[in-house]
């Protein structure tokens, strides 16, 4: 009897050891894969990539300290480098150009302010860095768009800028890019959320002092196989009941002074090679314009005193300008 119990607890001991050798194994072939095989022509491996979403805790981490310090030197963003622990990053694959294989997006972001995206085509095992969109706000989704009068397919980022903490207003963003001749372009930018917070007293009412809210709230559609684009803002100016409160009262405690809807339709034009509002002609100088952005329609526009009939309007040159609306024709 006692002979059967030593081999049993033998046989356990033996098979625990072969599983923790196998453990080992796999884990050392998925750590030490992170960098794949790439001849030495790329910094970033497609292996990486994949390691995002592993169920080993260290090649998870692995992979996204080789992803952001890639697409740091990548693209020039060298000064992130000392805060390179409080980015945030976004990994997407898609196929944005036809026929030349997948590619990869990696949004890095640094709140409150600053985001960028680097784009990477895939070669076999390995990433080549393509470009890089720059300028953004905090990214917190990229999508794809296909559009019927286009080859290559849209990039969709959304962003989020938050500052109430310091500046009490957060807005979100949403902008289309198109990579054309080597970089990204964008052909539309809006603006689908909005919160801004101030008291009446900053404005030098000294009783009875109301908080103020001005809050816009978007949906978004694409229709015509992504040739037009719809936009609906629900905008509104809001009073709070209560009066010198120090802080901002909850939302439920504020009630609508004004409110109204906007409609807007965005088509694509391949002679503005972007979204447009419409072609019009310019009173003063005869030519044609592109409508981009009416600015009449701007939640902005709810603050008293403050005029808001401007658009915004692209020549044939290619040159950007804000003019008043009377100028269209």
């Given amino acids: 009897m006692r002979f059967f119990k030593y081999n049993r607890r033998n046989k356990l001991i033996l098979a ?3 599983i923790l050798l196998a453990a080992l194994v796999l884990a050392h072939y998925i750590y030490g894969s992170l960098t794949g095989n790439n001849d030495g022509r790329y910094n970033l491996s497609y292996i990486s990539v994949k390691n995002i979403n592993s169920f080993f805790k ?12 890639a697409t740091l030197d990548n693209t020039g963003y060298s000064r992130w480098e000392e805060c390179r622990h409080q ?5 997407e694959e898609a196929d944005i150009i036809p026929h030349k294989g997948r590619e990869v997006l990696v949004a890095l972001s640094l709140p ?5 995206i680097a784009c990477y085509k895939r070669d076999g095992l390995g990433l080549e860095y393509m470009g890089r969109i720059p300028g953004l706000l905090p990214v917190t989704g990229i999508t794809i768009l296909n559009n019927a009068c286009l080859d290559s397919r849209l990039i969709i980022a959304d962003q989020n ?13 949403r902008d289309i890019f198109l990579w054309k001749d080597g970089h990204f372009d964008r052909v539309l930018g809006l603006l689908t959320g909005y919160n801004s917070y101030w008291n009446q007293a900053w404005d030098g009412i000294k ?3 109301h908080w103020l809210w001005l809050n816009q709230s978007s949906q978004v559609e694409y229709s015509d196989n992504g040739e037009t684009i719809y936009v609906r803002h629900t905008q ?3 009073q709070s009941m209560a009066t010198d409160a120090d802080s901002i009262p909850d939302n439920k405690d504020f009630a609508v002074r004004y409110y109204r809807m906007v409609k807007e339709e965005y088509r694509w034009s391949s002679h503005w090679e972007g979204y447009i509002l419409g072609e019009y002609t310019d009173r003063v100088t005869g030519e044609k314009v592109a409508l981009l952005e009416d600015y009449r329609t701007n939640i902005a526009s709810f603050i008293r005193g ?3 009939d401007m658009v915004k309007v692209a020549r044939e040159n290619g040159e950007i300008l804000i003019i008043p609306s009377e100028r269209l024709e």
């Fill in 16 to 18: 625990t050891v072969i």
């Fill in 58 to 69: 260290p090649a998870v981490q692995k992979a996204v300290q080789d992803i952001v310090q």
């Fill in 87 to 91: 980015l945030d990053m976004l990994v």
């Fill in 112 to 116: 409150p302010q600053e985001g960028m």
């Fill in 161 to 173: 800028h938050d500052e109430m903490l310091g500046a009490f207003f957060n807005a979100r963003y």
């Fill in 207 to 209: 009783e009875d002092a």
């Fill in 236 to 238: 509104s100016l809001l």
């Fill in 306 to 308: 403050t005029s808001f």
